[in-house]
């Protein structure tokens, strides 16, 4: 299959799945079935009834009695009215308000519908009059098609989960059952599919996260507030240090904002018209202003730069602050790291001339490539546009003059791109790094973004060569993007085995037993790790050794040391090198302390992601 058989294909099992459910469970109201990533899912309610997992083999064998049918799909076409009769026949109320919207708005306004679940037939997009529908064997349903010719025409497929999920995404709607289902051309990249599902499943952040220590949720302190252990603070800000590095040595100075600003910065900006219902109020005691939590960290920027008169010689100005913002996410779209309330951002803003805005990408662009592949993950890249939506800020012209300008400088710096329509910033376009980690799975995290519009609606201006008060451009930058999500794919792409430089432990030191001689060694080995900077720690437990050892392995600790009576006197240590960092050199090999931690820190300090002891 091509990919828009693929696609056809996995439109259908949509309707086939909807089509034995209803054949289990007569009056099932149906949502819609969109086709998604690597397979297809469909919103049902059944009132008081629930399908639980536990059904899907019923319902996996009721479809493939259908596709062994080889029921024929049939577009059939009927007038809007026609249409919401049937819906009104058939009972189907989620149909009929689709049906009804469309009626009322046309196409364009009618609010949060899926374009390919609808059936438009209509040049005039302020009015639908007619709808399509398809038909196989007895199912009818409203849809926009494509579909394959027949219902033996789907390939191989697998139901997988069952999640909650309200009626058009509002949490006033009622909640409704949404079944995934994952669908290929073939059995055999089916069966491929599943295994790397099932790798994922080890790989899960949130499940590592306990498991090493790293974070922990709290219900007192609210969800999608994460608390960093130890442990994990030190993955976080070894991460954080490094892009703070790459940053300052082409030149950026830091900068620090309070985490609270007046709703009227947010008005200028235009987020808050955008963002309101997703921002943090804070109500002062004292006056009648109105407070922000931060949702981001620009508008405060702005102010840093507007509060001096700029000349074209302070230009570039480069600011960096890894901060905290805050959003309110909803509940329901809360997830472990990867979708929080409280976000830091490695968050760059950057005050230039259009003459400079090559030089600020050229620099951004290298040293995510650098930071990347101290990462291990390779980086492909996405020219982020504008689409017709209309909720975006600043005129056509700067748009089109801003996304021709990051066009050409990915043309220049020969760099392979897709253009993603619609995902733009509401200022302006992206260039937006997509990483693939150890499983083939694509996160976009860095991003870097041009902007006309913030400089004019906060009337930024420097002073030109000739005297005149220009408008600077601003450039956006964040290299890991949000760092609790850049961690949730970090540490999945890992699989929680870090390298030496970020690893929440480097070294840990194991006794073989009790002994005055080996005590006092071991210690000695402990105090000469912290003072050269290496994270130690001594496993002084009454463990058997295989146990410590086994337990270093557990909590995939980069090197670890036996001592025991021979250790003592030799002075020697026979270092153990977890198995994913081992060279050609071998797993196991002997240094004096010494040696050991002026090893240990310069494979830190080079941010090697294998052993180069």
Not at 95 to 116: I, V
Not at 478 to 507: D, M, N
Request: with cysteine; proline share 3%.
């Amino acid at each position: 299959m091509n990919d828009e058989q693929l696609y056809s294909a996995r439109h259908s099992l949509a309707h086939i799945m909807a089509s034995a459910i209803c054949r289990l469970w007569p009056g099932v109201k149906l949502g819609v079935g969109p086709v998604i990533e690597n397979g297809f899912y469909y919103d049902i309610d059944l009132g008081d009834q629930k399908i639980s997992e536990t059904d899907f083999k019923k319902i996996e064998k009721e479809m493939r009695h259908i596709i062994n049918q080889k029921q024929d799909f049939i577009r059939t076409e009927k007038n809007i009215d026609e249409a919401i009769e049937w819906a009104k026949t058939a009972e189907q109320p989620y149909k009929l308000e689709l049906l009804n919207d469309l009626k009322r708005s046309g196409t364009t306004e009618a609010k949060n519908l899926d374009a390919k679940e609808l059936g438009l037939d209509s040049g005039n997009e302020s009015k639908i009059e007619k709808v399509s529908f398809y038909e196989n064997g007895d199912f009818v349903d409203l849809c926009r098609g494509p579909h394959v010719n027949n219902t033996g025409d789907v390939g191989a497929f697998k139901l997988m989960r069952i999640a909650g999920a309200y009626w058009r995404g509002n949490e006033k709607n009622p909640q409704m059952q949404r079944l995934y289902g994952v669908a290929f051309a073939t059995k055999e990249e089916l069966d491929k599919h599943l295994i790397k599902l099932e790798e994922a499943k080890k790989r899960d952040h949130r499940k590592l996260g306990r498991e090493l220590d790293l974070f922990v949720m709290s219900d007192l302190v609210g969800a999608g507030l994460p608390l960093w252990t130890p442990r994990g603070t030190v993955l976080r800000e070894e991460i954080a240090r490094y892009s703070n590095e790459m940053r300052e040595k082409v030149g950026y100075q830091k900068v620090s904002i309070p985490h609270v600003a007046k709703k009227a910065l947010y008005e200028t900006s235009g987020h808050w018209a955008k963002f309101g219902d997703e921002l943090f109020l804070v109500k002062s005691q004292e006056t009648d202003d109105e407070f922000v939590m931060k949702p981001m960290n620009c508008p405060h920027h702005t102010q840093i730069y507007t509060a001096r008169a700029r000349s074209h010689r302070d230009l570039p100005l480069k600011f960096l602050e890894t901060t905290m913002v805050y959003r309110d996410e909803k509940s329901g779209e809360l997830s472990g790291l990867s979708r929080v309330r409280s976000i830091t951002q490695d968050d760059s803003h950057v005050f230039c001339r259009n003459d400079q805005v090559e030089q600020i990408f050229g620099e951004l662009i290298g040293i995510a490539k650098e930071m990347y592949q101290a990462f291990d993950m390779k980086l492909s890249l996405r020219l982020s546009f504008r689409d017709d939506a209309g909720n975006y800020i600043g005129s056509d012209e700067q748009w089109s003059a801003a996304q021709n300008s990051i066009q050409n400088m990915a043309d220049k710096f020969q760099m392979e791109y897709e253009i993603g329509l619609g995902e733009a910033a509401m200022y302006g376009p992206k260039m937006d790094f997509m990483a693939e980690d150890a499983i083939g799975r694509k996160w976009q995290l860095a991003t870097v973004q041009l902007d006309y519009a913030l400089p004019e609606r906060f009337e930024l201006e420097y002073v030109a060569e000739g005297g005149s008060s220009e408008r600077p451009v601003m450039i956006h930058c964040a290299l890991l993007g949000s760092l609790e999500r850049f961690l949730s794919v970090y540490i999945e792409h890992t699989a929680g085995k870090f390298p030496v430089w970020c690893a929440p432990e480097q070294l840990r030191i194991i006794k073989v037993k009790d002994d005055p001689k080996v005590d006092k060694f071991a210690a000695q080995v402990v105090e000469l790790a912290r003072e050269h900077g290496v994270r130690v720690l001594l496993d002084n437990s009454n463990n058997s050794v295989g146990k410590k050892i086994r337990n270093a392995e557990t909590w995939k600790v980069p090197y670890s040391v036996v001592i025991g009576e021979k250790e003592a006197v030799s002075g020697e240590l026979p270092l153990r090198i977890r198995t994913d960092l081992a060279t050609d050199a071998g797993s196991e090999r002997s240094y004096t302390p010494e040696q050991l931690m002026k090893s240990i820190i310069n494979e830190t300090r080079s941010r090697a992601s294998k052993d180069s002891l």
